[in-house]
Protein backbone atom coordinates (compact mmCIF):
# COMPACT_ATOMS: atom_id res chain seq x y z
CA UNK A 1 0.00 0.00 0.00
CA UNK A 2 1.39 3.54 -1.28
CA UNK A 3 -1.15 5.94 0.94
CA UNK A 4 -2.07 7.15 -2.44
CA UNK A 5 -5.62 7.58 -3.77
CA UNK A 6 -6.92 4.59 -5.60
CA UNK A 7 -8.26 5.23 -8.92
CA UNK A 8 -9.95 2.46 -11.17
CA UNK A 9 -10.08 3.18 -15.41
CA UNK A 10 -12.57 1.55 -17.32
CA UNK A 11 -11.71 1.93 -21.13
CA UNK A 12 -11.75 -0.39 -24.16
CA UNK A 13 -9.02 1.23 -25.61
CA UNK A 14 -5.74 -0.32 -24.52
CA UNK A 15 -4.11 3.10 -25.72
CA UNK A 16 -6.20 4.76 -23.30
CA UNK A 17 -5.59 2.96 -20.46
CA UNK A 18 -1.43 2.87 -21.11
CA UNK A 19 -1.72 6.45 -21.15
CA UNK A 20 -4.14 7.32 -18.29
CA UNK A 21 -2.33 5.09 -16.02
CA UNK A 22 0.87 6.53 -16.81
CA UNK A 23 -0.09 9.99 -16.48
CA UNK A 24 -2.10 9.62 -13.21
CA UNK A 25 0.39 6.77 -11.64
CA UNK A 26 2.94 9.66 -9.60
CA UNK A 27 0.09 10.75 -7.60
CA UNK A 28 -2.46 7.69 -7.76
CA UNK A 29 -2.83 3.51 -7.53
CA UNK A 30 -4.19 2.91 -10.72
CA UNK A 31 -6.28 -0.24 -11.31
CA UNK A 32 -7.42 -0.85 -15.02
CA UNK A 33 -10.27 -2.76 -16.63
CA UNK A 34 -11.52 -3.62 -19.98
CA UNK A 35 -14.76 -3.58 -19.67
CA UNK A 36 -18.08 -3.49 -17.47
CA UNK A 37 -18.02 -6.59 -16.26
CA UNK A 38 -14.30 -6.94 -14.97
CA UNK A 39 -14.79 -3.31 -13.93
CA UNK A 40 -17.51 -4.39 -11.08
CA UNK A 41 -15.69 -7.16 -9.91
CA UNK A 42 -13.00 -5.33 -9.23
CA UNK A 43 -15.28 -2.12 -7.42
CA UNK A 44 -16.88 -4.63 -5.73
CA UNK A 45 -14.03 -6.73 -4.18
CA UNK A 46 -12.52 -3.19 -3.12
CA UNK A 47 -14.39 -0.02 -3.46
CA UNK A 48 -12.15 2.52 -5.12
CA UNK A 49 -12.74 6.83 -4.11
CA UNK A 50 -12.63 8.05 -7.93
CA UNK A 51 -13.34 5.97 -11.31
CA UNK A 52 -13.03 7.10 -14.65
CA UNK A 53 -15.68 4.89 -16.78
CA UNK A 54 -15.50 5.43 -20.55
CA UNK A 55 -18.97 5.86 -21.80
CA UNK A 56 -19.23 2.92 -24.20
CA UNK A 57 -17.90 -0.14 -23.34
CA UNK A 58 -18.49 -3.42 -25.14
CA UNK A 59 -20.80 -5.23 -22.58
CA UNK A 60 -22.83 -2.07 -21.05
CA UNK A 61 -22.36 1.61 -20.73
CA UNK A 62 -20.70 4.05 -18.92
CA UNK A 63 -24.23 5.20 -17.01
CA UNK A 64 -24.94 1.47 -16.15
CA UNK A 65 -21.33 1.29 -14.46
CA UNK A 66 -21.50 4.99 -12.58
CA UNK A 67 -25.37 4.09 -11.37
CA UNK A 68 -24.04 0.48 -9.91
CA UNK A 69 -20.74 2.26 -8.28
CA UNK A 70 -23.01 5.22 -6.85
CA UNK A 71 -25.21 2.29 -5.29
CA UNK A 72 -22.13 -0.08 -3.92
CA UNK A 73 -20.38 3.26 -2.70
CA UNK A 74 -22.45 6.22 -2.42
CA UNK A 75 -19.36 8.57 -1.21
CA UNK A 76 -16.92 7.59 -4.17
CA UNK A 77 -16.85 9.26 -7.53
CA UNK A 78 -17.41 8.92 -10.58
CA UNK A 79 -15.74 10.89 -13.86
CA UNK A 80 -17.23 9.90 -17.19
CA UNK A 81 -14.44 9.76 -19.67
CA UNK A 82 -16.04 9.69 -23.88
CA UNK A 83 -14.50 10.75 -27.10
CA UNK A 84 -18.47 10.73 -28.37
CA UNK A 85 -19.56 13.20 -25.41
CA UNK A 86 -22.82 15.19 -26.02
CA UNK A 87 -24.40 17.87 -23.76
CA UNK A 88 -27.47 14.87 -23.53
CA UNK A 89 -24.55 12.39 -22.20
CA UNK A 90 -23.41 14.77 -19.37
CA UNK A 91 -26.36 15.95 -18.30
CA UNK A 92 -27.66 12.42 -17.60
CA UNK A 93 -24.50 11.59 -16.03
CA UNK A 94 -24.39 14.44 -13.55
CA UNK A 95 -28.21 13.61 -12.87
CA UNK A 96 -26.48 10.15 -11.91
CA UNK A 97 -23.86 11.67 -9.58
CA UNK A 98 -21.15 11.62 -12.06
CA UNK A 99 -18.67 14.15 -10.72
CA UNK A 100 -17.45 15.46 -14.08
CA UNK A 101 -17.48 15.03 -17.64
CA UNK A 102 -14.56 15.18 -19.68
CA UNK A 103 -14.35 14.56 -23.46
CA UNK A 104 -11.28 13.43 -25.18
CA UNK A 105 -9.14 14.40 -26.13
CA UNK A 106 -7.83 16.05 -22.78
CA UNK A 107 -4.54 17.46 -20.95
CA UNK A 108 -2.85 15.56 -18.65
CA UNK A 109 -2.96 18.18 -15.86
CA UNK A 110 -6.40 19.12 -16.78
CA UNK A 111 -7.66 15.28 -15.39
CA UNK A 112 -5.49 15.50 -12.85
CA UNK A 113 -7.09 18.39 -11.47
CA UNK A 114 -10.17 17.04 -11.43
CA UNK A 115 -8.85 13.91 -9.99
CA UNK A 116 -7.34 15.87 -7.37
CA UNK A 117 -10.83 17.78 -6.51
CA UNK A 118 -12.66 14.61 -6.86
CA UNK A 119 -10.62 12.98 -4.27
CA UNK A 120 -11.41 15.64 -2.09
CA UNK A 121 -14.74 15.59 -2.47
CA UNK A 122 -14.92 11.80 -1.56
CA UNK A 123 -12.63 12.22 1.65
CA UNK A 124 -15.36 14.92 2.57
CA UNK A 125 -18.43 12.83 2.03
CA UNK A 126 -17.33 9.67 4.04
CA UNK A 127 -16.31 12.42 6.47
CA UNK A 128 -19.75 13.70 6.86
CA UNK A 129 -21.13 10.25 6.63
CA UNK A 130 -19.55 8.91 10.05
CA UNK A 131 -20.81 12.07 11.42
CA UNK A 132 -23.89 11.13 10.46
CA UNK A 133 -23.42 7.54 11.45
CA UNK A 134 -22.74 9.02 14.93
CA UNK A 135 -25.09 11.30 15.48
CA UNK A 136 -28.04 10.06 13.23
CA UNK A 137 -30.28 9.65 16.52
CA UNK A 138 -28.85 12.92 18.80
CA UNK A 139 -30.66 14.72 20.80
CA UNK A 140 -30.24 17.52 23.23
CA UNK A 141 -30.39 15.10 25.65
CA UNK A 142 -27.41 13.03 24.38
CA UNK A 143 -24.76 16.41 23.79
CA UNK A 144 -23.26 16.33 26.93
CA UNK A 145 -19.90 17.72 27.94
CA UNK A 146 -17.84 19.73 31.05
CA UNK A 147 -15.85 21.93 28.73
CA UNK A 148 -17.04 25.85 29.32
CA UNK A 149 -16.89 26.51 25.97
CA UNK A 150 -19.16 23.10 25.28
CA UNK A 151 -21.76 24.48 27.85
CA UNK A 152 -21.70 27.46 25.84
CA UNK A 153 -21.96 26.23 22.43
CA UNK A 154 -25.11 24.34 23.88
CA UNK A 155 -26.87 27.30 25.03
CA UNK A 156 -26.00 28.94 21.96
CA UNK A 157 -27.93 26.33 20.25
CA UNK A 158 -30.50 26.02 22.51
CA UNK A 159 -31.80 29.79 21.91
CA UNK A 160 -31.15 29.58 18.66
CA UNK A 161 -33.02 26.34 18.12
CA UNK A 162 -36.11 28.23 19.64
CA UNK A 163 -36.33 30.94 17.19
CA UNK A 164 -37.00 30.25 13.50
CA UNK A 165 -34.15 32.93 12.31
CA UNK A 166 -31.75 32.08 9.57
CA UNK A 167 -28.33 30.68 11.31
CA UNK A 168 -24.96 30.89 10.10
CA UNK A 169 -22.43 27.93 11.09
CA UNK A 170 -18.70 28.96 10.64
CA UNK A 171 -15.93 26.27 10.91
CA UNK A 172 -13.30 24.39 9.31
CA UNK A 173 -14.53 21.04 7.34
CA UNK A 174 -15.14 18.25 10.25
CA UNK A 175 -15.89 20.34 13.23
CA UNK A 176 -19.30 19.32 13.62
CA UNK A 177 -21.30 21.94 11.62
CA UNK A 178 -24.41 19.06 10.54
CA UNK A 179 -24.49 18.17 14.02
CA UNK A 180 -25.35 21.51 15.07
CA UNK A 181 -27.83 22.02 12.50
CA UNK A 182 -29.47 19.03 13.49
CA UNK A 183 -29.52 19.72 16.92
CA UNK A 184 -31.34 23.21 16.02
CA UNK A 185 -33.75 21.27 13.97
CA UNK A 186 -34.63 18.41 16.70
CA UNK A 187 -35.01 21.49 19.33
CA UNK A 188 -37.01 23.49 16.87
CA UNK A 189 -40.53 23.83 16.83
CA UNK A 190 -39.78 22.12 13.16
CA UNK A 191 -38.59 18.80 14.51
CA UNK A 192 -41.47 17.08 12.78
CA UNK A 193 -40.73 18.23 10.01
CA UNK A 194 -38.34 17.21 7.22
CA UNK A 195 -34.71 17.70 7.68
CA UNK A 196 -32.42 18.30 4.20
CA UNK A 197 -29.60 18.60 3.72
CA UNK A 198 -27.16 19.65 0.40
CA UNK A 199 -23.49 19.99 0.07
CA UNK A 200 -23.47 23.41 -2.28
CA UNK A 201 -19.94 22.48 -3.21
CA UNK A 202 -20.95 18.95 -4.43
CA UNK A 203 -23.38 20.37 -7.12
CA UNK A 204 -22.16 21.13 -10.74
CA UNK A 205 -22.35 24.55 -11.63
CA UNK A 206 -24.98 23.62 -13.99
CA UNK A 207 -27.08 22.01 -12.28
CA UNK A 208 -27.11 24.16 -8.55
CA UNK A 209 -30.70 25.56 -9.88
CA UNK A 210 -32.03 22.63 -10.56
CA UNK A 211 -30.92 20.75 -7.73
CA UNK A 212 -31.85 23.67 -5.38
CA UNK A 213 -35.52 25.16 -6.81
CA UNK A 214 -36.47 21.70 -9.06
CA UNK A 215 -37.50 21.71 -12.97
CA UNK A 216 -40.24 20.77 -15.01
CA UNK A 217 -40.28 18.16 -17.28
CA UNK A 218 -38.77 19.21 -20.56
CA UNK A 219 -37.50 22.74 -18.91
CA UNK A 220 -33.47 21.76 -20.96
CA UNK A 221 -31.81 18.96 -22.48
CA UNK A 222 -32.06 15.89 -20.12
CA UNK A 223 -34.82 17.37 -18.37
CA UNK A 224 -37.37 14.28 -18.94
CA UNK A 225 -39.36 14.44 -16.03
CA UNK A 226 -40.30 17.38 -13.30
CA UNK A 227 -38.05 17.41 -10.33
CA UNK A 228 -38.64 18.72 -6.56
CA UNK A 229 -35.89 20.99 -5.28
CA UNK A 230 -33.81 21.24 -2.29
CA UNK A 231 -36.38 23.86 -0.90
CA UNK A 232 -39.83 21.77 -1.51
CA UNK A 233 -38.84 18.72 -0.32
CA UNK A 234 -37.71 20.79 2.93
CA UNK A 235 -41.15 22.76 3.38
CA UNK A 236 -42.44 23.03 6.88
CA UNK A 237 -38.86 22.11 8.11
CA UNK A 238 -35.44 22.46 7.94
CA UNK A 239 -32.78 22.74 5.07
CA UNK A 240 -29.17 23.27 5.68
CA UNK A 241 -27.10 24.91 2.86
CA UNK A 242 -23.60 23.21 3.22
CA UNK A 243 -20.84 25.65 2.00
CA UNK A 244 -22.60 27.98 0.57
CA UNK A 245 -19.68 30.08 0.18
CA UNK A 246 -19.03 28.09 -2.64
CA UNK A 247 -22.43 29.01 -4.49
CA UNK A 248 -22.35 30.31 -8.17
CA UNK A 249 -22.93 34.56 -7.60
CA UNK A 250 -26.06 34.18 -9.95
CA UNK A 251 -27.35 31.48 -7.41
CA UNK A 252 -26.79 33.67 -4.72
CA UNK A 253 -28.77 36.17 -6.43
CA UNK A 254 -31.65 33.51 -6.25
CA UNK A 255 -31.02 32.65 -3.27
CA UNK A 256 -31.41 35.97 -1.48
CA UNK A 257 -34.86 36.23 -3.58
CA UNK A 258 -36.53 33.44 -2.19
CA UNK A 259 -35.42 34.42 1.47
CA UNK A 260 -37.27 37.65 0.74
CA UNK A 261 -39.84 36.51 -1.12
CA UNK A 262 -40.34 33.02 1.09
CA UNK A 263 -41.29 31.16 -2.55
CA UNK A 264 -39.28 29.96 -5.55
CA UNK A 265 -39.78 28.95 -8.84
CA UNK A 266 -39.01 25.75 -10.67
CA UNK A 267 -36.55 25.86 -13.91
CA UNK A 268 -39.06 25.91 -16.79
CA UNK A 269 -42.35 27.56 -14.66
CA UNK A 270 -43.37 30.89 -14.05
CA UNK A 271 -45.73 30.03 -11.13
CA UNK A 272 -44.58 30.65 -7.65
CA UNK A 273 -44.47 28.54 -5.51
CA UNK A 274 -44.71 28.89 -1.45
CA UNK A 275 -42.02 27.25 0.75
CA UNK A 276 -42.12 27.40 4.29
CA UNK A 277 -38.83 26.22 5.94
CA UNK A 278 -36.06 27.15 8.46
CA UNK A 279 -32.54 27.89 6.55
CA UNK A 280 -29.43 27.40 8.26
CA UNK A 281 -26.00 28.24 6.01
CA UNK A 282 -23.05 26.85 6.86
CA UNK A 283 -19.35 27.58 5.65
CA UNK A 284 -15.88 25.95 5.85
CA UNK A 285 -14.87 29.91 5.15
CA UNK A 286 -15.19 33.42 7.02
CA UNK A 287 -18.14 34.49 4.51
CA UNK A 288 -17.49 38.31 5.36
CA UNK A 289 -13.85 37.60 3.86
CA UNK A 290 -15.78 36.24 0.71
CA UNK A 291 -17.87 38.99 1.01
CA UNK A 292 -14.33 41.50 0.79
CA UNK A 293 -13.22 38.85 -2.18
CA UNK A 294 -16.45 39.61 -4.10
CA UNK A 295 -17.18 35.77 -4.47
CA UNK A 296 -20.15 36.34 -1.86
CA UNK A 297 -23.03 38.81 -2.28
CA UNK A 298 -22.79 41.59 0.48
CA UNK A 299 -27.15 41.86 0.58
CA UNK A 300 -27.33 38.63 0.85
CA UNK A 301 -24.96 37.88 3.87
CA UNK A 302 -26.55 40.56 5.34
CA UNK A 303 -30.13 39.52 4.74
CA UNK A 304 -29.88 35.71 5.44
CA UNK A 305 -27.37 35.47 7.92
CA UNK A 306 -27.86 35.23 11.66
CA UNK A 307 -24.46 34.30 13.10
CA UNK A 308 -24.26 30.98 15.26
CA UNK A 309 -20.49 30.14 15.53
CA UNK A 310 -19.24 26.82 15.88
Partial sequence: MTGRPGVLLVDDEPSTLDFVSEILGRQFDVATAENGTTAMDIFSSSPFPISIVDLILPDMSGIDILTRIKSLSPESQVIMLSGYGTIDSAVDAMKKGAFDFVSKPFHSEYLVQILLKAYKMYESLRENKRLRETINNLSSTEFTGEHPSIKKLFDSVMAVAKTDSTVLLEGESGTG?????????????????????????????????????????????????????????????????????????????????VIEEKSIERLGCEKPINVNIRLIAASSQNLWDAVGEKTFREDLYYEGVKRCRR
Wanted: net charge positive; hydrophobic share 40%; with cysteine.
Fill in 177 to 257: KEIISRMIHKNSSRASGPFVAVNCGALPEGLVESELFGHEKGAFTGAGERLMGRFERANKGTLLLDEINTLPLFSQVKLLR
